[in-house]
């Protein structure tokens, strides 16, 4: 079976840095450099929102409206993984995080993925 797991989530103080991992297994990612992988965040009362992308040869793309910079997406196949580098986090960035997956080269910012991570918490204070 298919799985993704967030991890790194927690509460931070506005100014501060976190570092979300998400972590790939079953079958289907046996050839797991032939994925996108994504970022996608939803706060409360708010739809899901698109954070980052990153093809499996390393083409990334951004909210740049929301993310201002701030963020980096990385991936590490060999380990079968994709990473969100959060720094100058700031409260409007409190929202569960949701790592997913599609099969092909092209990012995406639409909702147009197969499978997706149960979600970590990310809570900013003031």
Known sequence: ???LV???????QAGGSLKLSCAASGRTFSLYFLYTMAWFRQAPG?????????SGDGRAIYDVDSVKGRFTISRDNAKKTVSLQMNSLIPEDTAVYYCAAR????PTTKQEYNYWGQGTQVTVSS
């Open 103 to 106: 099969s092909g080269p092209m």
């Open 6 to 12: 967030e991890s790194g989530g927690g509460l931070v």
């Open 46 to 54: 708010k739809e899901r929102e698109f954070v980052a992308a990153i």
């Open 1 to 3: 079976q298919v799985q």
